[in-house]
Each structure stands twice: as C-alpha cells, then as structure tokens.
T-cell receptor, first 114, second 112 residues
C-alpha cells in the first residue's frame, strides 16, 4: 500500500480480555516499530523489528505484551489480560532499512479498556 | 537515557505570524532528528528529517535547525496559517536506530 495501515482504528474491550492490533507497513520496509501514546504525551517506544526478529523489545511494559512479525511484513501486537491502564493509542511506524532512518507512521489504533 | 523536551507546551498565534518551536535533548550523540506533525486523533506525519551533519533543513514554509553541541533543534514556521494548527513533535533515535525518543509536543493553534 501507499502508507502504513493499522487495524482496527478503534478497539473497545473489557478488562481481562485479550486483544490483537495489526500493523501493515510500507511495502519493502524492513524496520517496524510499535509505540504507545497516552493523552497529552509523546509516543513511547515499545518494540522494534528488523525483518522477522524483534531486535529490541525493551519498551514492552510487562509480559502481558507480545508482538510478532512472522513473515517480515505485517506485525501483530498482542495484549493479554488487558487492564484499564493499557488504554492508549497504539502507533506503528516503518522505515526503509535498519538504523536511524526516517520513520513513517500509521494512523494508530485507539484502545479503550473498560 | 535520552530525554527530549519541547517548549512551549502550547502556543496560540494570529494568522500570518512567524513562529519558532523548540526541542532540546540531553544526549548530543544523535544520528538525526525528525520533526512530526500530529492532528487530533491521527497518526504522525513526517515534516523534516535533519541529519546530524546538517545545520538546517527546509521544506516550504518550514525550516528546522539543529545544534548538536547544545542539544537543541528549532522548527521555524513562516507566515502561519489556520491549517498549521496541530501538535508538533520532535524525535531523536539512538545511534543504532533501535529506539526513538519523543518529546511531549507543542500544541499550536493559529487563529484566523
């Protein structure tokens, strides 16, 4: 596609449920990043993929969060046993290669945990 | 850990005014710095990427400058328009590019 896409755009779930958020990067981009953005804050890094592997997952807040990118393209962020504090906008970005290259962001998924 | 600060947090100006947004960072060993625009409820749109070897970068009415030694970048917007109203964020990567650190943004309102 022309840009980074994310689905769903909005997700409302109940506390304790499992959710999956999807990111489809720009075709050919090998690097993929997930961020979380709370109201009034800048995005906070969660995890970085180079190809299929998670090169840096140090931003994941705890073991309820997990992300995969099995074929080096689409990525899924998975959150188990959701908590109200997980409510935020989850942003995905991709860049052409590894290293500190220009990032292109998707529109985000707004997650609300009731 | 890199810390990025943006001042002011909010800015309101009349249409046509020139303005400057500030971004400061604590670790000057950066590879580049990127400025983004975020409209309410939307993702981030890349405005300018300025490499560490550059002092400034221009795109239309936007000009970004970078002073690595002092840990500062500015985004200059000329002849502001109501359509420029948005939140502006700056971000710096670690040298490996594994992580990017964002400021909290400056919320700009341009009054017609």
């Amino acid at each position: 596609g022309a840009g980074v896409s994310q689905t769903p755009s909005n997700k409302v779930t109940e506390k304790g449920k499992y959710v999956e958020l999807r990111c489809d990067p720009i075709s050919g981009h090998t690097a993929l990043y997930w961020y979380r953005q709370s109201l009034g804050q800048g995005p906070e890094f969660l995890i970085y993929f180079q190809g299929t592997g998670a090169a840096d997952d140090s931003g994941l807040p705890n073991d309820r969060f997990f992300a995969v990118r099995p074929e080096g393209s689409v990525s899924t962020l998975k959150i188990q046993r959701t908590e109200r504090g997980d409510s935020a906008v989850y942003l995905c970005a991709s860049s052409l290669t590894q290293g500190a290259r220009e990032q292109f962001f998707g529109p985000g998924t707004r997650l609300t945990v009731l | 850990k890199q810390e990025v600060t943006q001042i002011p947090a909010a800015l309101s100006v009349p249409e046509g005014e020139n303005l400057v947004l500030n971004c400061s960072f604590t670790d000057s060993a950066i590879y580049n710095l990127q400025w983004f625009r975020q409209d309410p409820g939307k993702g981030l749109t890349s405005l300018l990427l300025i490499q560490s070897s550059q002092r400034e970068q221009t795109s239309g009415r936007l000009n970004a400058s970078l002073d690595k030694s002092s840990g500062r970048s500015t985004l200059y917007i000329a002849a502001s328009q109501p359509g420029d109203s948005a939140t502006y964020l700056c971000a710096v990567p670690t040298f490996t590019g594994n992580q990017f650190y964002f400021g909290t943004g400056t919320s700009l309102t341009v009054i017609p």
